[in-house]
């Protein structure tokens, strides 16, 4: 079965466990800066959003790359960044729609999130359930089942 | 290792920022954050030194275990001489902020002399300078971030700032970072507008590296989350509640101090308490909290993030304050509530998001109003000298002279210079509900005996954070003991300040402790930290940092006479409640806590003490 990140922002407290996870998976070292999951907080209306890499079917990173240097990890369908083939072009971050491959001055390279090779680090961090990693083909499951619950509007007998 | 090993050293009056090693020696021995920087400060600057002259100094400074996984390991801390109280100042923050600064790779940074002019520190990792700040001096805490950020072009950047309250010599004035997070109480704020430094802005790359055991850690660290988790307290009160748990659980007990500690019951509390926070408003269908917030690193997130009602009387026609913000805590709504007899939670929400805004200590100004309203209700303050009438209770009070506190104009002068000072003035100096100058935090040392003799030795005035029995009085955390009796308070209050001298000093935030002892720390720093971090070496670091707090206060001219409690708690019983007929049992309590502490009658540490803490 192939899996997926799933973010329930509502869930969110914005305490950047995700964030020093990644850093440190991918790193060693706790640094929020080096995350490859950014979480969002929209102070006025009270929101905090984590939001990464959706790994797009069609992806448009991938198809930009002139080296061929994002290739698809066959296990998770991850779309994976080879440091040693990529040149630093950045041509895959004006590609993505959705901003989240981005360049590493440290490395020359970019980096993007390849979900850890099947365990990703910020599900285990995450003390709250708001990103979790579940079957790609049901990513909305827990919506429904809470819309399930509420269809029985009808007031008890007695 | 823990530590960056850097020490930022800015000379306001020459206008330099140099990098000096941390004194690794001086770690091991005090920690990080408030006793490293304690250490520092103690060494560095006269006692008597006057808190808002360029002599004084003011620490930031992180913890070992801030910028980690360790939860709640996002807190930095403020030291100096405190101007409310002239004694040691130091208040600890979470946000942001204190994380931030740890990944720009320093451990603290010192602040020296004054600047001619404002100015505000810019770090860029390595690269440290000091920044014209005309632009933003006579700005709030909401605008010179937003201005900074904008001006930076990176809205990653972190600022913590002053207001105009710490502009204005409000003496309870805070340093205020991530919009709603203060370091908030002493004055620390007002030492920083002295120097004419309005804010820091830091962007750190660097993260937080070297950490002695990485696999050991972050198995302490994942075991001490789980201990958070699973507590009834941290994994389900605090989330859900915030601190505001406390408010009717307080008043039940008949510890609520009421309308300046004349009463110890509040008849409007469920009206400001955590329940009523979540309730549907009538005029809009809404709650008043919108959600919880999470600090830096932190798995119980018990911030709360409130929407005040647009309806309100205080902010009709004020767009600015109608979005989400920081929401009330327990303190500040005891304080802006209780304390006054005010039974407005919009009201108070206002008066909590001016204290954000301009950067005040809501404890103190609330505590203080409340003093200035008891001065009004017996005929001494009149409506012409405070510009409003100010009976207990009245909301429109609040809200005018928390704006008239934060512009620094007519009364709020008045009251920016804290209750002992305002008492003093118009002749009633025992209205002062303070110790040492500072305000009462809301629990009323009649119905928790305990907190009394905490609030009585607290190294930097009346203070609920520096050893809070309320844990033990009123949680039974870690133990249950009765909150009205004195037995056992002397040993139990100098457990609690040692152990807190630890958590203060490590970069986690106190609020762990209502899970947490400091056998759940101690793997982290020991895995985290260069050297060996036993449960004995802690337990000798936290009473080492409490004793020198002491002799910092001694040598300010500090004596047994300052450990002390207003008289109308140890004269006036409390009226009602479980406590009724009860006062304050501190002159029993005090002796004891002195033998306790290895001090002489006058509350000096003798030799044998000093020595065994190697002081």
Same mark, same amino acid.
Not at chain 1, 86 to 89: A, F, R, S
Not at chain 2, 599 to 602: I, L
């Given at each position: 079965m192939q899996k997926s990140l799933h973010i329930d922002p509502h869930k969110c407290t914005g305490c950047l466990q995700c964030e020093m996870a990644c850093s440190f998976e991918n /790193? !060693?070292?706790? #640094?929020? @800066?080096? @995350?490859?999951i950014k979480v969002f907080n929209f102070e006025e209306a009270g929101r905090k959003v984590p939001y990464t890499c959706t790994q797009c079917a069609e992806a448009w990173c991938l198809h930009a790359c002139p080296v061929e240097a994002i290739k698809v990890d066959a296990a998770t369908g991850a779309k994976v960044v080879h440091e040693a083939t990529?040149? !630093?072009?950045k041509v895959c971050t004006i590609a993505c729609p959705f901003g989240t491959v981005n360049y590493v001055a440290d490395t020359g390279k970019v980096q993007k999130c390849d979900l850890c090779g099947g365990d990703p680090a910020c599900v285990s961090a995450c003390p709250t359930g708001a990103i979790t990693y579940v079957d790609s083909d049901w990513t909305g499951l827990d919506k429904m089942r809470s819309w399930a619950g509420k269809t029985d509007t009808q007031p008890r007998a007695g | 290792m823990g530590w960056t090993r850097k020490v930022l050293r800015v000379d306001l009056g020459k206008g330099t920022c140099k990098s000096e090693p941390l004194n690794m020696a001086l770690a091991q021995q005090y920690l990080g954050q408030r006793g490293l920087a304690t250490k520092y400060f103690v060494d560095e600057v006269d006692p008597k030194v006057d808190p808002l002259s360029a002599a004084n100094k003011l620490i930031m400074a992180t913890g070992p275990l801030t910028g980690t996984p360790a939860s709640t390991g996002g807190r930095y801390s403020v030291i100096t001489k405190g101007p409310l109280t002239g004694a040691i100042a130091c208040s600890n923050s979470g946000g942001y902020f204190g994380a931030e600064l740890k990944f720009a790779g320093w451990d603290m940074v010192i602040f020296e002399g004054k600047s001619e002019k404002p100015v505000y520190l810019s770090i860029e990792d390595d690269k440290a300078e000091l920044r014209d700040a005309a632009h933003l001096w006579g700005k709030t805490v909401w605008q010179t971030e937003e201005i900074i950020k904008k001006s930076h072009q990176d809205p990653q950047v972190r600022v913590c700032s002053i207001g105009r309250a710490g502009e204005n010599g409000v003496l309870y004035a805070g340093i205020i970072n991530d919009l709603h997070r203060a370091a908030g109480r002493s004055g620390v704020g007002t030492v920083m507008g002295s120097k004419n430094l309005k804010a820091v802005a830091v962007r750190g790359t660097q993260g937080a590296g070297g950490i002695k055991d990485a696999k050991a850690f972050m198995k302490a660290a994942a075991d001490a989350k789980k201990v958070l988790a699973d507590n009834a307290v941290t994994g389900q009160g605090l989330p859900t509640f915030g601190t505001q748990v406390l408010m009717n659980v307080i008043n039940e007990m008949g510890a609520l101090p009421t309308r300046n500690h004349r009463d110890v019951q509040f008849e409007d509390a469920r009206k400001i308490s955590a329940e009523a926070m979540k309730e549907k408003r &009538? @005029? *809009? !269908?809404?709650?008043?909290?919108?959600t919880n917030a999470a600090c830096f690193g932190c798995t119980i997130a018990c911030g709360r993030i409130s929407k005040i009602d647009e309806t309100h009387f205080s902010v009709v #026609?004020? &767009?600015? /304050?109608? !979005?989400a913000s920081g929401g009330l805590e327990y303190e500040a709504a005891w304080a802006l509530g209780a304390a006054n007899g005010v039974g407005d939670l919009e009201a108070l929400q206002y008066a909590n998001l001016i204290c954000n805004e301009d950067g005040f200590d809501p404890i103190s100004f609330g505590a203080t109003l409340g003093a200035a309203m008891e001065l009004y209700e017996l005929g001494i303050l009149t409506k012409e000298q405070i510009g409003i009438d100010a009976p207990f209770g009245s909301a429109q009070a609040l809200v005018k002279l928390a704006e008239m506190t934060a512009q620094g104009v007519g009364f709020g002068k008045e009251l920016g210079l804290g209750s002992k000072r305002l008492c003093a003035k118009y002749g009633k100096p025992d209205l002062s509900m303070s110790v040492k100058g500072q305000e009462f935090p809301a629990y009323d040392s009649r119905g928790i005996q305990g907190m009394g003799l905490a609030y009585a030795t607290s190294n930097r005035g009346a203070c609920h954070l520096r050893g809070y029995t309320v844990a033990s009085e009123v949680l039974g955390i870690p133990v249950k003991t009765d909150p009205l009796v004195t037995e056992g308070k002397a040993g139990l209050v100098k457990a609690f300040q040692d152990a807190t001298s630890v958590f203060d000093s490590a970069g986690v935030c106190v609020f762990t402790t209502f899970a947490w002892t400091l056998a759940d720390l101690q793997p982290q720093l020991d895995a985290a930290c260069e050297g060996e971090w036993t449960m004995e070496k802690l337990a000798l670091v936290g009473e080492r940092i409490w004793n020198m707090e002491r002799q910092f206060n001694n040598a300010a001219g500090f004596t047994a006479k300052d450990d002390d409690l207003p008289p109308r708690l140890k004269t006036e019983p409390a009226k009602t409640g479980p406590a009724k007929g009860l006062v304050s049992g501190i002159d029993k309590m005090k002796p004891e806590y002195y033998k306790a502490r290895g001090? *002489?009658? #006058?509350g000096v540490p003798t030799k044998e003490t000093l020595a065994r803490l190697g002081l």
């Open positions: /790193y !060693g070292v706790f #640094n929020i @800066s080096k @995350s490859r990529c040149v !630093g072009c | &009538p @005029s *809009d !269908g809404r709650a008043h909290l919108v #026609n004020k &767009p600015a /304050y109608w !979005g001090w *002489d009658a #006058n």
